[in-house]
């Protein structure tokens, strides 16, 4: 089960199953500046890996979810920054899975639990 919040800045989708957990921020911008300006947001820590993933490998997948998505919705969103836990559980595709999972929902109008603060 996913749950989906937005903070203002970052569309967030958290994933728990059993021992697995991640959590995804990512930030919708209007303009683009090609995938490798895409930047890490720190969620108040600075983070450089998650147990054996680097920035970079969880960023390679939000660039492969996102151009899934907008291929199959025929959209054109654009990611500039992303947020992880560094406590999150390895994976070679969820942070892929939770690109589209949130897109997918944007796309759709689905409801993001309002988190400000």
Do not use: W
């Amino acid at each position: 089960m996913m749950q989906f919040y937005f903070d203002g800045e970052f569309y967030k989708a958290i994933k728990v199953t059993g021992p697995a957990h991640n959590l995804l921020g990512i930030s919708i911008c209007s303009s683009n500046n090609g995938d490798q300006s895409i930047e890490h947001a720190s969620l108040g820590s600075e983070v450089e890996t998650i147990k054996n993933m680097t920035f970079h490998e969880v960023k390679e997948q939000v660039i492969d979810g996102l151009q899934e998505i907008n291929n199959s919705l025929g959209t054109s969103y654009i990611i500039d920054k992303i947020q992880f836990l560094q406590s999150d559980s390895t994976s070679e595709t969820i942070y892929k899975e939770l690109t589209i999972a949130i897109i997918k929902r944007l796309f759709e109008g689905g409801e993001f639990k309002n988190i400000r603060s």
